[in-house]
C-alpha cells in the first residue's frame, strides 16, 4: 500500500508526533498489523459519512481507509553527501510515495535546534536542498548511461525521450528547483524517469508543529502556509496529539474544544495525506460492518472491487451504485431502490468518492 514518509531536521518534534500516530490505538483491533515495524504507523482517515451508514445499516462495525506513515530519521544538511545517517535515510525515502516534512515553528530554551534559532523557512530550505541534491546525484549517475541507451538505439523514441526528460529535470535541480508538480518541471515527462524513484518528483505536505497557544494564530498560519504553497500546511502541536492519542474519544473531544479545535492534528493530517497519495474511497454498508474501502483516483469499478478480494475484480459483472448524499435523502436503501435511485454500473464505470457500492460477481 502506499506511504507517506515523515522527515524533519532533529528536535522539531518527529518522534513526539510519531508516537502519537503509533499510540493512536483506536485503529489496532481492525488494523493487527498496525504496530508490527517500529517506525511504520497507520491512521484512520476520519469519515463522518461512515458513523451514518453504520446507524442507517445497523452495522455491527465502523471500518475507516488508513494512511500510512514511516518514520525517515536522519535528514540533516548534509544528508545527501552522508551525513548523519544520510545514505540509510535516502534509501528509507525513496520507498515512500509522498513526503511530509515536520517544521518546527515553537520555541522552547531546553529543547535546541540545530542552527540555533527558530526559522521556518530556513528549515524548509534545508531539507529540499537535501532533497535537490539527491536527485542532482542520482541524475549525474543515470544520465551517462540513459544517453549511451538512447545512442545505441536510435530508433527507440522511448529511450530518447527519457534521455530528454532525465537532462531537462537536471537543469531544474540545478536551478535549484524541486521537479514537483506545478513547478518549472511541469512540461516534463517525469512518468519516464519513474525508475529512478526520484525524491522531488513525490508528493510534499508539510506539518508545522506550533506551541498550542499558536494554533489560532491566523495570520501566522497563513504566513506558513504561503510558505510552501500550493502544497498543504497542516497545523498542530505535536505534544497536544501525543496527549489525545492517550485519551479516550470523549477526553479528546472535550480537550480539542477547550483550544477551540474541532478536529485533532493528525486527523487533518491522515485526511490531507490521503488525499496527497492520489487516493479517494467508496463505501460499502451492511449488519457487518460500514467500511470505507481506498481506490486510486480515477478507479473503476472493477479495480473498486478489486480492492475487497482480486477474485471479485477477476469475476466482476455490476455495481449497484448510489452516492452517499442520495442514499441519505432517500433514508433506506429499500427506499433508494423503490424511487429507481440505485443505478446498475458495468466495467467502464469510474468511480466517484462517496460511491455506495454493491457488487455483483462470478466466483
Ligand atoms: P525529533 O528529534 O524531531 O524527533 O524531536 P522530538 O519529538 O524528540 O522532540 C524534541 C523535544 O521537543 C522533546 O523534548 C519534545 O518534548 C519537545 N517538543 C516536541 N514538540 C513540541 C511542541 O510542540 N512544543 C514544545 N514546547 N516542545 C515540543
Not at 453504520?54 to 545527501?80: H, L
Not at 546525484?137 to 545505441?152: D, F, G, I, S, Y
Not at 518549472?184 to 519513474?194: M, T, V, Y
Request: negative net charge.
Amino acid at each position: 500500500s502506499l506511504s507517506i514518509g515523515i522527515v524533519g531536521l532533529p528536535n522539531v518534534g518527529k518522534s513526539t508526533l510519531f508516537n502519537a500516530l503509533t499510540k493512536n490505538q483506536a485503529l489496532a483491533a481492525n488494523y493487527p498489523f498496525a504496530t508490527i515495524e517500529p517506525n511504520v504507523g497507520v491512521v484512520g482517515v476520519p469519515d463522518s459519512r461512515l458513523g451514518a451508514l453504520a446507524e442507517m445499516f445497523d452495522s455491527a462495525k465502523v471500518v475507516p481507509a488508513t494512511v500510512t506513515f514511516v518514520d525517515i530519521a536522519g535528514i540533516v544538511r548534509g544528508a545527501s553527501e552522508g551525513e548523519g545517517l544520510g545514505n540509510q535515510f535516502l534509501a528509507n525515502i525513496r520507498e515512500t510515495d509522498a513526503i511530509c516534512q515536520v517544521i518546527r515553528v515553537f520555541d522552547d530554551p531546553d529543547v535546541t535546534h540545530v542552527d540555533g534559532d527558530i526559522v521556518p523557512s530556513r528549515d524548509i530550505d534545508t531539507i529540499n536542498a537535501e532533497l535537490i541534491l539527491a536527485d542532482m546525484q542520482t541524475l549525474e549517475k543515470a544520465v551517462p548511461r540513459l544517453r549511451k541507451e538512447a545512442k545505441t538505439n536510435a530508433k527507440d523514441k522511448d529511450k530518447q525521450a527519457t534521455a530528454d526528460a532525465a537532462e531537462a529535470a537536471q537543469r531544474v535541480l540545478e536551478e535549484g528547483q524541486p521537479l514537483s508538480s506545478g513547478g518549472p518541471a511541469a512540461g516534463i515527462d517525469l512518468s519516464l524517469l519513474r525508475e529512478l524513484n526520484l525524491m522531488t518528483v513525490k508528493p510534499f505536505l508539510y506539518v508545522f508543529n506550533l506551541e498550542a497557544e499558536e494554533l489560532a494564530d491566523t495570520e501566522l498560519r497563513k504566513r506558513l502556509a504561503d510558505l510552501v504553497a500550493p502544497a498543504e500546511a497542516i497545523f498542530l502541536d505535536a505534544k497536544i496529539e501525543a496527549e489525545l492519542a492517550e485519551l479516550d474519544e470523549d477526553e479528546a473531544a472535550e480537550l480539542l474544544e477547550s483550544m477551540g479545535q474541532t478536529e485533532s492534528g493528525l486527523s487533518q493530517l491522515a485526511r490531507v495525506g490521503f488525499a496527497t497519495l492520489g487516493l479517494q474511497t467508496y463505501l460499502t454498508a451492511g449488519p457487518k460492518e460500514a467500511r470505507a474501502w481506498t481506490i486510486k483516483k480515477g478507479a473503476t469499478a472493477p479495480e473498486a472491487a478489486g480492492a475487497i478480494h482480486t477474485d471479485f475484480q477477476r469475476g466482476f459483472i455490476k455495481a449497484e451504485i448510489i452516492s452517499y448524499d442520495e442514499l441519505m435523502a432517500a433514508g433506506g436503501l429499500q427506499q433508494a431502490k423503490a424511487a429507481g435511485k440505485v443505478r446498475l454500473e458495468g466495467k467502464d464505470y469510474v468511480m466517484h468518492d462517496g460511491d455506495v457500492v454493491e457488487f455483483r460477481f462470478n466466483v
